[in-house]
């Protein structure tokens, strides 16, 4: 089913090491599909708008066993489907859309950084944070 335009929830489902693993990765609750929602109506999908061209998200909702098992901390942001890691390839490409997030003022709670992706979040009640981090082995421009 669509999320919006060019989000469905499939994707953020999707999971190979779930797969790999039989483990059942379903969005379950209201509040998980609510903050998915929420995600791309108020960031992915504008982000995507500015960007232009597709973006895929790597990861999007982890259920816990999930993210047990591809070692995220227990507190992500991907068990409460408040969070997506979209897939750049490269630390200028991380960059680059990180950049078009900030500039845009688009309400995201985090940007995290990495080589080949950029983590994005949004929480579905209270304040964004704002905050643009990076991950220990990003080497590329930073803010
Ligand atoms: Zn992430």
């Known amino acids: 089913m669509n999320i919006s335009r060019n989000f469905t929830f499939a994707e953020f489902e999707e999971s190979p090491t779930a797969k790999a693993k039989g483990i059942v990765n379903v969005i379950n609750t209201f509040e998980i599909r609510d903050s998915i929602v929420a995600l791309v109506r108020d960031v992915l999908q504008p982000l995507r708008d500015i960007y232009g061209k597709p973006m895929k998200v790597n990861s999007g909702y982890r259920c816990p066993e999930l993210n047990a098992a591809v070692g995220g901390v227990a507190t ?68």
């Open 76 to 143: 992500s942001q991907h068990t409460k489907g408040e969070a997506a890691d979209i897939h750049t390839g490269s630390e200028a490409e991380s960059y680059r859309l990180a950049k078009l997030a900030k500039d845009a003022k688009l309400p995201y709670d985090q940007l995290i950084l990495y080589p080949t992706f950029v983590h994005i979040s949004h929480k579905l009640k209270g304040e964004q944070r704002q905050r643009i981090l990076y991950n220990s082995s990003y080497r590329g421009k930073k803010f």
